[in-house]
Structure formats: C-alpha cells, structure tokens
C-alpha cells in the first residue's frame, strides 16, 4: 500500500493523534508559562535568587527527556499527565532563561531615565521592561514550544497519547507506513508552529523597536 | 530655591563622593557642576532627586525637606535628563513626552496640547513628530525631545546630566543656545553637570567647580575668569580661557618672534633688501650676539643711499621693553613716545621679539 492511500485511509485516527499532540505540548507549555514568567521576572528583582534558580534549571535540562518521563512514573502514573508534567519541566528552564534575560538586556539607561522620572517599580515593569523583553521572551516560548512538539512524541513511551502512539505502533510492527503517519504530520506541526509564532513575534513586536531590529541587521551588514 | 547643607555621600567601602557640599541656588538660575571625573558631580546631581541618598546633610526645594517627600512624588516635580538613550524606543514622540503628565493624571485635552506647545516651541512640527519613534530621530531630535519630556509636567528644578554629551560638536552648540533660549522663555531652576568647560562658560548663570567632592569655587563665568581661586582652578579652566588684563599679560605673550633684524655692520644696500624681503619699513639693528641696538627705517636709508654707510652710523635710538614687563607698560611707551612699535628684549638687552600696533589689536580683540 502506497504511503498517499495509508494516510487517506486512516485519516481520522492519524487527526486524533494530532490532536491529542498538541493538547498535550499546549497544556505543558501552558503551565510552564504560568510559573516560568513569574518566575524570570522574580529573579530580575531579586538578583541574588538568579544564580542557584537558574542553575537549577539548568540541571533538570541534562536529564535525558526519557528518563525524566519515566521518573514521572510512580509519582502520576501512565497516560498523559505524566508526559505534560515531564514537558512543564522541560519548559521552565528556556521560558523562565528568557524572560529573565530579556528584562535584563533592556538598556539601564532606559530603566535610569524612568526611575529619575517617578515611575514606581511596577510601572517601570509594565510600562517599559515587559514591552521591551517581550519579543525576547516570545522567541523564547516559540523555541520551546517547537521543542516540546519533538518531545511529545515520547508521551507515547509512557502510555500517553499522541502523535507518538503511531511511530511506536509503526516501530514494533515494522510498519513503514504508521510510522510515517506519526512522524510526518509530527514534524510538520512543528514547522508550521515555528513559523505561525514567527509571524505572532513580528506582529506583536512594538512598532518602535521593529524598526531599530531592521536597522540594527543592516548596520551588521553594512560594518562587514 | 534649591538649597543644598552639608551634603555628603560616603560610601560603605568609605569612599567620600561628595564632601560638605553646600550651596544655594536662586529661582531661575542654571547652575552648572564641573570638575575633573570622579569629583562627586553626578552623584550630587543624583541625591537631588534621592536617586542616590545622602548619608549626611540636607536638600531643600522651596524650603521643603526633600528627605520628608516620597521619593516617587519627589521625582515628579522634577525634570530629568540623562546622556544617554532615554527616550522610550517602543512609544511614540508624544506618548515619551506626556510621560509624567500621565503619572500625574492629567486630563487627555490638557497633554495633547502641552505635547504640542512644546514640540513647537523647539521648531518640531507637531503634526510631523508626534507619532514618530525614536528611532526614526537624529541625536540633535531625540535630546531634544528628552529636555520636552522633562519640561513636560512644568517642574520647577530641571536636573540635567552631561544632556549633550553624546553628541556631535555642531549639535552640541545648537542645543546649547536653544537651551539658553529655552530658559529665558521657561526661567526654571538647573542643576546642569558637564566636563566641559567652554559649554559651562557659555550657558551657566554661575559654575561650581568641584575635585574629590569638594566645592572648590563657586562664581559667575565672568568672576571665575577673572579670579580663579587656586592653580587647580586656574589650570582646569585652561588659561587661555581666563579674562587677563593688559598689566597682567607680559610682553613675551603677545610679541611677535624673529622682527626683521640686521646686524650694525651691514650695508644700506642689504638693509633695503631686508626690509623688502620682510616688507617692513624699519629695520632692527642687533650687535653679533643679537643685542639691540637701535632702529633703521626706510626713508633715512633712502636719504643716505649714495653715501657708503653702514647701518651703525644711520641707526637712531628706540625705546624698549623686558619680556616680562607687562603688555601695558608697552602700550603705555607707544603712546608716551609715540612711537609704532617697540623691541622687547630680555634682561641682558638681547632682542626677543617685537610688539606692534597691529600685535595690541590682536590681544585686545582676543579678550573681548
């Protein structure tokens, strides 16, 4: 059976799974953004907090994805939840990196010439820094959020479901075609996610600064 | 207006920035700090507006204890502008300039109009600026719209910190005369910081000189020229800057080098060819150890051309001044023996230069 006819004949299951993926890269991102931003923006007032918060982070990053999986295993058991919590995890350390660093890299004498004016500290979050972080951020959350497409695909491993269901079905029956119908559609939701976020950043980008990006590529160009 | 008494910043590595710092400043007045970096100008700038908190001593607005005002409240009656990149690069020309306005609340009607007046008032065509970025302005612009944004809400004391620093020496001046210009219009009180001496000079009502966070003198620009307080005064400012009178200025100053000369021996004939060569019409005649002698102008060679002479025997006695005698005491000699220019030489009579009418001018011209 050519690929083409497998795909039209089990279309429904192959949309489920699909849906089931993002659900559950979705969920996990969702979380992660609830406690990672917070978080970043914490450590930006609190500096002495940054260093072991972030290096935290970093250590839970080196753990192979599926041994973290299988660590969610006797804590939340099999199906989907453990795999969400797995990928929140993951998800906080990139987010919560780059909402800190987008804060930090706005230019002090932005923050100064606020401060010397009388913004209290919340205003000078709301009013200047998020703004100015913000297309930082996002390109964080878009990076992740690509990433945590790939490694949904794992939830299978651990009962859940997903487009990883059907790679895992395809591997052990040796069935090209499943496998195909997992991974294609799989890494084509990632593409499409990388560039439909692409497209959110440059829409979102506050009009001022998109201007001095575009300017600041071309001096990079122009200095070589 | 402004009163600063015995401010001091000690730091609690003990670094002292600034010192028993106490001064007065009256409604209207720009004052300017300057002073070698480090002497405590910035920091003083900034415990104004409690950026930074003195650790001893008192700031009065309109004999208001700035100690006992929020910090924040504080700010915003205050007007703040920075060197560097301060303007807001995501808002728009209007919205960076209505800043306080909106921390204060102000009824939308009244900040568009006061967004207005001031872009006008700097020559910005508000219909063409108030929606532009930052980004999308020259250097000159964005200062200029960082000095509106802090005229903005209308505060009494304007702090200002090196504002022109960044910039390039034409706009520089450019923005230093609208300032002054500003001023006039708006008469607000300025604590404005510089290392610049020649823009001190130029805009200050008085400047106060500052070194390891001391006062060291505090004057008008005219005073300060005229009586510098110590050698680190004298040399900060530079001394072709200070105001000097003609009995204070020597001779050597303003005299020119290598008059024309010739030595007594020498014939009329070469003595023509000197001056024209120099195009003078009068000689100064030196021994061969360049002592003067005495003086040999045109007509008399021309007189006594066909008889073979040397310039020793047509040369006539001239008056003289030492190097070190004073610009005045040689202008004095030209109009008491009305002569058009006098030798100087150096105390053993060797000629060192000459001072000429035209020299007088010149210095003269240079201290107006």
Same mark, same amino acid.
């Given at each position: 059976?050519?690929?083409?006819?497998?795909?039209?004949?089990?279309?429904?299951?192959?949309?489920?799974?699909?849906?089931?993926?993002?659900?559950?890269?979705?969920?996990?991102?969702?979380?992660?953004?609830?406690?990672?931003?917070?978080?970043?923006?914490?450590?930006?007032?609190?500096?002495?907090?940054?260093?072991?918060?972030?290096?935290?982070?970093?250590?839970?990053?080196?753990?192979?994805?599926?041994?973290?999986?299988?660590?969610?295993?006797?804590?939340?058991?099999?199906?989907?939840?453990?795999?969400?919590?797995?990928?929140?995890?993951?998800?906080?350390?990139?987010?919560?990196?780059?909402?800190?660093?987008?804060?930090?890299?706005?230019?002090?004498?932005?923050?100064?010439?606020?401060?010397?004016?009388?913004?209290?500290?919340? =205003?000078?979050?709301?009013?200047?820094?998020?703004?100015?972080?913000?297309?930082?951020?996002?390109?964080?959350?878009?990076?992740?959020?690509?990433?945590?497409?790939?490694?949904?695909?794992?939830?299978?491993?651990?009962?859940?479901?997903?487009?990883?269901?059907?790679?895992?079905?395809?591997?052990?029956?040796?069935?090209?075609?499943?496998?195909?119908?997992?991974?294609?559609?799989?890494?084509?939701?990632?593409?499409?996610?990388?560039?439909?976020?692409?497209?959110?950043?440059?829409?979102?980008?506050?009009?001022?600064?998109?201007?001095?990006?575009?300017?600041?590529?071309?001096?990079?160009?122009?200095?070589? | 207006?402004?009163?600063?008494?015995?401010?001091?910043?000690?730091?609690?590595?003990?670094?002292?920035?600034?010192?028993?710092?106490?001064?007065?400043?009256?409604?209207?007045?720009?004052?300017?700090?300057?002073?070698?970096?480090?002497?405590?100008?910035?920091?003083?700038?900034?415990?104004?507006?409690?950026?930074?908190?003195?650790?001893?001593?008192?700031?009065?607005?309109?004999?208001?204890?700035?100690?006992?005002?929020?910090?924040?409240?504080?700010?915003?009656?205050?007007?703040?502008?920075? =060197?560097?990149?301060?303007?807001?690069?995501?808002?728009?020309?209007?919205?960076?300039?209505?800043?306080?306005?909106?921390?204060?609340?102000?009824?939308?009607?009244?900040?568009?109009?006061?967004?207005?007046?001031?872009?006008?008032?700097?020559?910005? !065509?508000?219909?063409?600026?108030?929606?532009?970025?930052?980004?999308? +302005?020259?250097?000159?612009?964005?200062?200029?719209?960082?000095?509106?944004?802090? +005229?903005?809400?209308?505060? %009494?004391?304007?702090?200002?910190?090196?504002?022109?620093?960044?910039?390039?020496?034409?706009?520089?001046?450019?923005?230093? !005369? %609208?300032?002054?210009?500003?001023?006039?219009?708006?008469?607000?009180?300025?604590?404005?910081?510089?290392?610049?001496?020649?823009?001190?000079?130029?805009?200050?009502?008085?400047? $106060?000189?500052?070194?390891?966070?001391?006062?060291?003198?505090?004057?008008?620009?005219?005073?300060?020229?005229?009586?510098?307080?110590?050698?680190?005064?004298?040399?900060?400012?530079?001394?072709?800057?200070?105001?000097?009178?003609? !009995?204070?200025?020597?001779?050597?100053?303003?005299?020119?080098?290598?008059?024309?000369?010739?030595?007594?021996?020498?014939?009329?004939?070469?003595?023509?060819?000197?001056?024209?060569?120099?195009?003078?019409?009068?000689?100064?005649?030196?021994?061969?150890?360049? =002592?003067?002698?005495?003086?040999?102008?045109?007509?008399?060679?021309?007189?006594?051309?066909?008889?073979?002479?040397?310039?020793?025997?047509?040369? $006539?006695?001239?008056?003289?001044?030492?190097?070190?005698?004073?610009?005045?005491?040689? $202008?004095?000699?030209?109009?008491?023996?009305?002569?058009?220019?006098?030798?100087?030489?150096?105390?053993?009579?060797? +000629?060192?230069?000459?001072?000429?009418?035209?020299?007088?001018?010149?210095?003269?011209?240079?201290?107006?």
């Amino acid at each position: 059976m050519d690929f083409a006819e497998f795909f039209i004949n089990n279309f429904g299951r192959i949309a489920t799974r699909t849906a089931e993926h993002v659900v559950i890269a979705l969920s996990a991102l969702f979380l992660a953004l609830l406690v990672a931003v917070p978080l970043g923006i914490l450590l930006t007032r609190q500096e002495h907090l940054a260093k072991p918060v972030l290096g935290l982070g970093n250590i839970i990053m080196t753990i192979p994805s599926l041994a973290l999986l299988a660590f969610m295993l006797p804590v939340l058991g099999i199906g989907n939840r453990p795999a969400i919590a797995a990928l929140f995890l993951y998800a906080l350390m990139p987010i919560m990196r780059n909402t800190y660093t987008g804060i930090k890299q706005v230019q002090p004498s932005l923050i100064e010439a606020a401060r010397g004016m009388g913004l209290r500290d919340f =205003q000078i979050l709301y009013q200047l820094e998020l703004p100015l972080a913000f297309s930082f951020i996002l390109a964080g959350i878009r990076t992740t959020l690509v990433i945590l497409i790939g490694w949904a695909t794992l939830a299978a491993f651990i009962g859940g479901g997903g487009l990883g269901q059907l790679i895992w079905a395809g591997l052990t029956n040796i069935n090209y075609n499943l496998i195909l119908s997992g991974a294609i559609p799989a890494a084509g939701l990632a593409l499409l996610t990388d560039l439909l976020m692409g497209r959110l950043e440059t829409i979102l980008t506050p009009r001022g600064i998109r201007k001095t990006r575009v300017k600041e590529v071309k001096n990079a160009f122009n200095k070589d | 207006m402004v009163s600063f008494v015995e401010v001091n910043k000690t730091y609690p590595n003990n670094t002292q920035a600034v010192d028993s710092f106490s001064l007065t400043m009256a409604k209207g007045e720009l004052v300017v700090l300057i002073g070698p970096s480090g002497c405590g100008k910035t920091t003083t700038l900034k415990m104004v507006n409690r950026l930074i908190q003195p650790t001893a001593g008192k700031i009065f607005i309109n004999d208001v204890d700035t100690d006992e005002l929020d910090p924040v409240e504080l700010r915003r009656q205050i007007g703040y502008v920075i =060197q560097d990149i301060s303007l807001f690069p995501h808002q728009t020309v209007a919205r960076n300039i209505a800043t306080v306005p909106l921390l204060k609340k102000w009824p939308d009607g009244q900040i568009r109009d006061t967004v207005d007046r001031l872009l006008r008032m700097v020559d910005m !065509d508000p219909a063409v600026f108030r929606n532009r970025y930052p980004s999308e +302005l020259s250097g000159g612009q964005q200062q200029r719209i960082g000095v509106l944004r802090a +005229l903005a809400a209308d505060p %009494e004391v304007m702090l200002m910190d090196e504002p022109f620093g960044a910039l390039d020496p034409i706009t520089r001046v450019q923005l230093q !005369d %609208e300032l002054k210009n500003l001023q006039q219009k708006v008469n607000k009180t300025i604590l404005f910081v510089t290392h610049d001496m020649d823009e001190a000079l130029k805009i200050a009502d008085r400047i $106060v000189i500052m070194k390891d966070g001391q006062i060291i003198q505090a004057a008008t620009p005219e005073d300060l020229l005229r009586q510098p307080a110590n050698d680190f005064v004298r040399t900060f400012i530079g001394e072709e800057r200070l105001i000097r009178k003609p !009995d204070q200025v020597q001779a050597h100053e303003v005299m020119l080098r290598n008059p024309a000369c010739l030595e007594a021996g020498k014939g009329l004939r070469q003595g023509l060819e000197a001056m024209r060569e120099a195009r003078v019409d009068s000689l100064l005649i030196i021994d061969n150890r360049r =002592q003067f002698l005495g003086v040999v102008d045109v007509n008399t060679i021309q007189t006594h051309l066909k008889q073979n002479k040397t310039l020793q025997e047509i040369m $006539v006695d001239w008056p003289t001044v030492g190097e070190t005698d004073s610009v005045k005491t040689a $202008v004095q000699l030209m109009v008491d023996q009305n002569v058009r220019f006098v030798p100087v030489v150096n105390d053993s009579g060797r +000629l060192k230069g000459i001072i000429t009418r035209a020299r007088v001018v010149n210095f003269v011209l240079d201290y107006l």
